[in-house]
């Protein structure tokens, strides 16, 4: 090329060369780049067996793209017979100076980049943004979940302490119950242990660790709860009574009954008799509820309630 256009003064040279060195395939062929320093882009002409008739050219420049790779565009394509020379030596396709057409295709070309870069800077900035949703979203769901975990962990605590708590109370009312039955226990033991010594004095009821109030019967000398009792108690004899079997079968037991008791004066317990000693009863009268001594008839005393 050098060694023509230094022989060539005074004379328009136009390159063509064959389509086969086209193509770019992202690569600038060295060849055509030179071509198209020269007269701006490059003709590649398509012949077969030299039938000019049907061979068709091509008029192609090459330039780079987003991606720095370099791309063959191309602006016009035709029977080679579509294609002159105008009179000041320019190449027209269609008529057309193939220079016009270059300058839009490269306009074209340039304006296809700015909107790749627009539609890729749109696409990037919807890529952040969704990215920063997406990282929100997560730190909103990571926070969630902390504060979630913490609320658990809390519950899990509160829960343990209740159980702890709960386990506590239990073991302490296990502790009392068994010291209560112990208690009882030692008690009942301890009554049926003094049973007898028990009525040696006339002062106190005899109760057991039940509420039981136990009676001594005069006559046989049994000792039984108050049920087996007609009726008990008087001055100097509040843990004495006469028992039912004596009642129905001793006669001796007659004339004791009939004969008046004596009034007793003995410290208050809400549900002792004043006068004999006998267990006070909720009963019902005329007037209303009342306690009544569980002696009645022989024992009259009564106290509204």
Request: proline share 2%; aromatic share 8%; net charge neutral.
């Amino acid at each position: 090329m050098s060694i023509l256009e230094s022989n060539s003064r005074g004379i328009h040279i136009i390159y063509i060369v064959d389509h086969k060195n086209g193509g770019s395939e992202g690569q600038y062929p060295e060849g055509l780049m030179k071509v198209q320093q020269r007269q701006g882009y490059c003709l590649l002409l398509i012949v077969d067996d030299t039938d000019y008739n049907a061979a068709e050219m091509e008029a192609v420049f090459y330039a780079q793209g987003m991606d720095g790779l370099w791309k063959e565009v191309i602006f016009a394509k035709g029977l080679l017979r579509d294609f002159s020379i105008g009179t000041d030596g320019q190449i027209l396709y269609a008529n057309e100076p193939l220079n016009d057409k270059l300058s839009r295709a490269r306009n074209n070309f340039t304006a296809d980049i700015e909107r790749e870069k627009a539609r890729r800077a749109e696409q990037e900035k919807q890529y952040e943004e969704k990215l920063k949703r997406l990282l929100a979203a997560e730190e909103y769901n990571r926070e969630k979940r902390r504060k979630r975990e913490e609320e658990e962990e809390q519950e899990y605590k509160r829960q343990a302490e209740e159980a702890a708590k709960r386990r506590a109370e239990l073991q302490e009312r296990q502790r009392l119950e068994r010291e209560r039955q112990q208690e009882e226990k030692r008690r009942r033991e301890d009554f049926r242990r003094n049973r007898e010594s028990n009525f040696t004095q006339q002062e106190t009821p005899v109760i057991d660790a039940d509420g039981n109030r136990w009676i001594k019967c005069e006559f046989c000398g049994k000792i039984a709860t108050e049920g087996a009792f007609s009726f008990y108690g008087g001055r100097g004899r509040i843990n004495l009574g006469t028992c039912k079997d004596c009642l129905a079968n001793n006669p001796a037991t007659v004339q004791k009954v009939e004969e008046k008791p004596e009034k007793v004066h003995m410290k208050y317990e809400a549900d002792i008799c004043p006068e004999c000693g006998g267990k006070l009863r909720d009963r019902s009268g005329r007037y209303g509820k009342f306690m009544g001594c569980s002696n009645y008839p022989t024992c009259r005393y009564s106290r509204r309630i």
